[in-house]
């Protein structure tokens, strides 16, 4: 009773404090016009809704390269208002404009869009003169970025000052709805002679209330220009000093070809710009404002240079700071739960594992962190599920990826960005899960970051801790419950033990950047994480409550790019990785009896040992080079060396479940891994060349055109199975990519990708000796050859906006056939066996997304997703693979609540699972795992005197019963309960 009392409190503080106190707030009610004659009057008319407060109305317009001008709105009659723009501000190729209210109190509230996103209209005839970008003929200079996705722009001045909404340089906005053959105007009114400020910065919820809540002073006679000076600047945008160099994937650079965007720059510290320094591409709030994965915003994963997500050739998503924020994510893993074609679930020792289109294996999904591996090379695993307060961005790629990244991109790709923009920036969050007992499992995290620029330094550096106390659910059987109750450990009635889910995790980076002029641009940066959890229920199918593992990994690299002219961006990166992991599993309870000697009682239970070393050396240069305007050239070559530095496997156990004497010792009989064949087994290099080339045919239609070749050395195999040496195993691997812009607003996908990916070292050697209580193992195959799979995908983007509202559909359908998959079906009970299933995997399925914005603090999406997997070597009635969710479905909500306060819901449905039927084992080992439903409500603030943001959120807000998949069902028969319903409380400042 009391832990349903817990519960039930928790959701009544969130629902309480969502009750709206005042909801309404002024409003227009008005119809951009999409189009005007130029040189003609532009009348706007609107009704002014709960305008209590409203002392007067005035319109904020501006044309091309101009600053903001405003002109009043005269009351008609009743609550009927009247503007009229004068002719000679209406040239094309058009204008954009919002409208402001000022209250008694002298605030400023936008009552009709805002400057952060202002209503355009489009004017039809050319362009004049100084409005046209100049060079327009010439291919535009790249922009010099680091070898990885960002999204920031780069700072430009020596004291970056955070760009008002109001700057010049925002009228790109207005130019991204025009046809790609009309160039985008420049600015007439430049801030310094030697060139432009800073791009405004990416939309997000504190910037879009400064706009609403601007300060500057106004005037109620006829139209007149502002002057730089009267607009105020809004404070401390944590977006605005983003060097560029710290774009964060191999070999990515800002599509500085795109005709969508606007390149500026500020010279003023940089004598070396007239020598061809880079441009930065201009970005609008308004790119990020159309779409939860933002239709608009920007994607580097899939072309290493950025473009519009809906122009990209791939299924991408997208996830800035403020769309991860709304979602009310926590970790890496809860965003990538509401991706279509994603589904996250946890195996029996706590790993996060992330299936992709029905399939599901950790080697196969390439997850990058600010462009390094976080893959494991020894058993594929990566330590993904990272905090996100220190995230800038998450990108997300549905489908092959080893055309750019080569090995391991088969599934999909995932870049994690960190935030390096300067400021300083905290969050402190808490909360946890009230348990059974009527405690509570808490869960602290704090962050901190900070970056600075020092003239043509610039340094930055981030922290962040991770301390849990997670959920604890009962597991009523394991594998041991006859012999736990037959020596006493535990009565009959008792349940076999409870989940354990404790973490501390430790995640510090930082990194430094330096303009030398002509020579170029240098970057350094480290990073280390270090991980300490329990297992969250046991090594296979015992409650083992007193395992732990531990992993640290280290990361550093070198960056250096340099222009080369205006059309030669040429870069090149020096990486070193290295993770160790120590697991330690207890694989039977305390004071468990193998038998009735006095060396057969082990007072700690039967516990084994595994300690893995790591490490890679990556060297890569690679070079952007624009051929003409329409058509941009990539190409580059890539070293690495992975090898395994430690491998150490112990028991305190014999084969014949003895305690050993001296403690943990190596098993007799296991292989050393570092000596097999000399060594070579436990090595591997590889050496890969890419090209790819992005040819806009004509205007609507873009072709993209990419091959990589690898080189990756292999173990070869004598006729006893054994290793004997090594060699290259070749692959290519082709994609092509037709994007057509039908209109401004339809844009069609035609793709077509392979990828392959080689087998993990733990698949092709690793073999623990068998005993009947460590089981559950996969068994090396030195055999095994690299899986390949053949991608074809179709889609379709459609936006479509009247007035304020806009609404985004998207669609695609896929075909994915993988010849040689690597599977382990279990065949023999306990251990199961690796092999290449000849006759391969097909899977096809449709995915597709909407999103309604009704305003900019008001909007509605989903997204849905169904696929079907099928194993071709089996009879037609057993192929179906259905150990993931077949169809998922996501939805979400936000809302505002008066002026300071908005509520979200989103809610992530899952469908049936039910086990394979690969072999007559998983055929007799049915379960069936019931459809879920899971509810997040967060309440989260407007940025309070454009500092502090404070959120509350619940997960799991009706605390369903999640299960997850097991090895053996018909040992743990409940399967393996996830979370429940948990509570948090988040307060973040930005100084």
Do not use: C
């Not at 070809?257 to 710009?273: A, E, I, L």
């Not at 084969?655 to 070579?680: I, M, Q, S």
């Amino acid at each position: 009773m009391k832990n349903t009392l817990a519960r039930a409190t928790l959701l009544s503080l969130v629902l309480f404090l969502a009750v709206p106190v005042r909801a309404e707030e002024p409003s227009l009610l008005h119809s951009a016009p999409a189009r005007a004659e130029a040189n003609v009057p532009l009348r706007l008319d609107g009704t002014l809704v709960e305008g209590a407060r409203i002392l007067e109305m005035q319109v904020r317009y501006r044309g091309p390269g101009e600053p903001f001008a405003r002109v009043p709105m005269e009351r008609q009659y009743g609550d009927l208002y009247r503007a009229v723009i004068p002719p000679e501000h209406m040239v094309p190729p058009g204008i954009e404009y919002y409208v402001e209210g000022l209250t008694a109190d002298g605030e400023r509230i936008a009552i009709f869009q805002s400057a952060s996103r202002p209503a355009r209209v489009l004017v039809a005839g050319e362009a004049p003169a100084s409005a046209r970008k100049p060079g327009a003929s010439e291919p535009p200079p790249l922009a010099a970025v680091d070898e990885r996705p960002s999204t920031r722009t780069q700072a430009t001045q020596e004291r970056p000052r955070p760009p008002s909404s109001d700057d010049d340089d925002s009228m790109a906005a207005l130019t991204a709805d025009l046809n790609e053959g009309v160039p985008p105007p420049t600015p007439r009114n430049s801030r310094d002679s030697r060139g432009s400020s800073t791009s405004p910065p990416k939309g997000t919820s504190r910037d879009s209330s400064r706009a609403s809540r601007d300060t500057s002073s106004t005037s109620r006679d006829a139209p007149t220009r502002e002057s730089q000076s009267s607009r105020e600047s809004p404070s401390r945008d944590v977006g605005t000093s983003r060097d560029a160099v710290t774009a964060r994937a191999p070999g990515v650079t800002r599509d500085a070809t795109s005709s969508d965007t606007v390149s500026t720059r500020d010279t003023s510290r940089d004598p070396g710009s007239s020598r061809g320094e880079p441009l930065s591409p201009q970005r609008t709030e308004l790119e990020d404002d159309l779409a939860l994965y933002s239709a608009e915003d920007t994607l580097a994963l899939a072309t290493r240079h950025e473009e519009k997500v809906r122009k990209v050739p791939a299924i991408g998503a997208s996830f800035n700071r403020e769309q991860i924020s709304v979602l009310g994510a926590r970790t890496v893993a809860d965003v990538l739960d509401v991706v279509p074609g994603l589904t996250v679930s946890r195996d029996v020792q706590g790993f996060h594992r992330t299936a992709v289109r029905g399939l599901r294996n950790d080697a196969e999904v390439l997850f990058l962190l600010n462009g390094h591996r976080l893959n494991n090379f020894f058993d594929g695993k990566a330590l993904m599920n990272l905090p996100v307060e220190n995230l800038e961005r998450i990108e997300v790629i549905r489908g092959p990826g080893s055309a750019l990244y080569g090995a391991g991109a088969f599934l999909g790709v995932v870049n994690i960005v960190t935030d390096t923009s300067d400021g300083v920036r905290t969050a402190v969050s808490a909360g946890g899960f009230p348990e059974k007992d009527d405690r509570l499992a808490v869960t602290v995290n704090g962050h901190a970051s900070a970056g600075h620029t020092f003239g043509d330094l610039r340094l930055f550096a981030d922290v962040d801790v991770w301390n849990q106390s997670g959920d604890a659910n009962i597991i009523e059987h394991d594998g041991l419950d006859d012999e736990s109750t037959s020596q006493g450990l535990r009565s009959v009635e008792d349940p076999a033990g409870r989940t354990r889910d404790d973490r501390f995790l430790l995640n510090v980076g930082g990194g430094a950047t330096y303009s030398m002029g002509d020579a170029g641009r240098l970057a350094a940066s480290v990073r280390y994480l270090s991980e300490n959890r329990t297992a969250l229920l046991g090594l296979f199918d015992v409650v083992a409550e007193d395992s732990e593992l531990k992993w640290n990994v280290l990361m550093a690299d070198v960056h250096w790019e340099k222009n080369i002219g205006s059309s030669i961006l040429l870069r090149a990166r020096a990486g070193f990785d290295q993770q160790t992991t120590d697991r330690l599993f207890q694989i039977t309870p305390r004071n468990f009896r193998t038998g009735p000697d006095s060396n057969q009682l082990f007072d700690n239970g039967l516990r084994e040992q595994t300690q893995i070393s790591v490490r890679s050396l990556t060297g890569g240069v690679d070079a952007d080079i624009v051929l003409s305007p329409n058509n941009r050239l990539s190409v580059g070559a890539v070293v690495e060396q992975q090898s395994l530095g430690d491998y150490t496997y112990e028991t305190n156990y014999t084969l014949d479940a003895r305690v050993r004497p001296g403690g943990f010792t190596t098993p007799e009989g296991l292989a050393d891994l570092l000596e097999l064949a000399g060594g070579a087994a436990s090595r591997r290099l590889t050496v890969g060349a890419f090209a790819q080339d992005q040819w806009t045919v004509i205007a609507p239609l873009t072709l993209t055109f990419g091959v990589r070749v690898d080189a990756t050395q292999l173990p070869t195999v004598g006729t006893s199975d054994d290793i004997t040496g090594t060699r290259f195993v070749a692959r290519v691997n082709p994609r092509v990519g037709l994007v057509f812009s039908a209109t401004d607003a339809l844009v069609l996908k035609a793709l077509y990708g392979r990828a392959f990916r080689a087998p993990t070292l733990q698949e092709l050697v690793e073999r623990i000796p068998d005993t009947d209580y460590n089981q559950g193992r996969f068994e090396g195959n030195p055999s095994l050859q690299p899986a390949i799979v053949d991608t074809f995908e179709l889609g379709a983007d459609l936006i479509q906006s009247a007035g304020e509202a806009r609404v985004r559909l998207r669609a695609n359908a896929y075909l994915e056939l993988f010849s040689s998959p690597i599977v382990p079906v279990d065949t023999s009970g306990n251990i199961v066996p690796l092999r290449n299933r000849e006759l391969g995997v097909r899977v096809y399925g449709i995915e597709g997304e909407a999103r309604l914005e009704a305003s900019k603090r008001a909007n509605a999406w989903f997204n849905a997703s169904i696929s079907r997997a099928q194993d071709m070597e089996l009879p037609s009635q057993s192929r179906l693979l259905t150990d993931t969710p077949q169809a998922r479905f996501n939805a979400g909500v936000s809302m505002p609540i008066g002026a300071w306060v908005n509520f979200d819901v989103v809610v992530r449905t899952g469908a049936e699972r039910r086990n394979n039927s690969r072999s007559v084992l998983e055929l007799v080992r049915r379960y069936k795992i019931p459809a879920y439903s899971l509810v997040t409500a967060q309440i989260r603030t407007e940025p309070i005197l454009d500092i502090w943001e404070v959120s509350l959120v619940a997960h799991n807000v009706f605390d369903h019963d999640l299960r997850d998949d097991v090895p053996r069902p018909d040992r743990v028969t409940g399967n393996l309960p996830r979370e429940g319903m948990s509570g948090y409380l988040t307060v973040r400042a930005h100084f």
